[in-house]
């Protein structure tokens, strides 16, 4: 198994995630971290039960409903609703889960890993404010990098 650091480094290079809990509540992180994912790049999947739409764009009831297969999962979900999620992402292809500070559900977790899917406990956020921006990111890398490198720190909390 990978320690934190270099998993996130894996994940933070994947291109097509999903968020289960985006929000249209802007005081919400399931909107924070949708916005910002979409900010960097990121192609990102908006997973919502009760809206249509986050932020505009098209929000899916289910991961397997996704027009096409996500490598990371970020969770911004309760604790108690981890488990049917990870079952999700697995259904789905996901590679990785991504639990969001507050989200950990451990028997979750360990369900994720006994599946073969990698789990990061850690902020995107954290992860994503460390990085260059996007502009920044854009003409200070190589033309063969398509994503800036994250911290040395990948376990900095926002709590």
């Not at 911004?76 to 079952?87: G, I, K, L, M, Y």
């Not at 977790?109 to 990111?137: F, G, S, Y």
């Given at each position: 198994?990978?320690?934190?650091?270099?998993?996130?480094?894996?994940?933070?290079?994947?291109?097509?995630?999903?968020?289960?809990?985006?929000?249209?509540?802007?005081?919400?992180?399931?909107?924070?971290?949708?916005?910002?994912?979409?900010?960097?790049?990121?192609?990102?999947?908006?997973?919502?039960?009760?809206?249509?739409?986050?932020?505009?764009?098209?929000?899916?009831?289910?991961?397997?409903?996704?027009?096409?297969?996500?490598?990371?999962?970020?969770?911004?979900?309760?604790?108690?609703?981890?488990?049917?999620?990870?079952?999700?992402?697995?259904?789905?292809?996901a590679q990785a889960i991504w639990f969001q500070?507050?989200?950990?559900?451990?028997?979750?977790?360990?369900?994720?890993?006994?599946?073969?899917?990698?789990?990061?406990?850690?902020?995107?956020?954290?992860?994503?404010?460390?990085?260059?921006?996007?502009?920044?990111?854009?003409?200070?890398?190589?033309?063969?990098?398509?994503?800036?490198?994250?911290?040395?720190d990948p376990t900095t909390s926002t709590r």
């Amino acid at each position: 198994m990978q320690d934190l650091k270099s998993l996130i480094e894996k994940y933070v290079d994947e291109p097509v995630w999903a968020v289960v809990g985006a929000s249209n509540d802007k005081s919400k992180y399931g909107n924070r971290i949708y916005l910002k994912l979409k900010e960097f790049g990121y192609k990102v999947y908006p997973v919502n039960r009760h809206e249509q739409l986050i932020e505009g764009d098209t929000a899916y009831t289910s991961l397997t409903d996704l027009p096409e297969r996500p490598a990371v999962i970020n969770m911004v979900v309760p604790p108690t609703e981890a488990p049917a999620v990870v079952e999700q992402a697995k259904a789905a292809g996901a590679q990785a889960i991504w639990f969001q500070p507050g989200a950990e559900n451990p028997a979750a977790a360990q369900w994720a890993q006994d599946h073969k899917l990698d789990v990061i406990e850690a902020c995107i956020l954290v992860q994503l404010a460390l990085m260059p921006q996007p502009e920044e990111a854009e003409s200070n890398l190589p033309p063969t990098h398509t994503r800036p490198v994250p911290s040395p720190d990948p376990t900095t909390s926002t709590r």
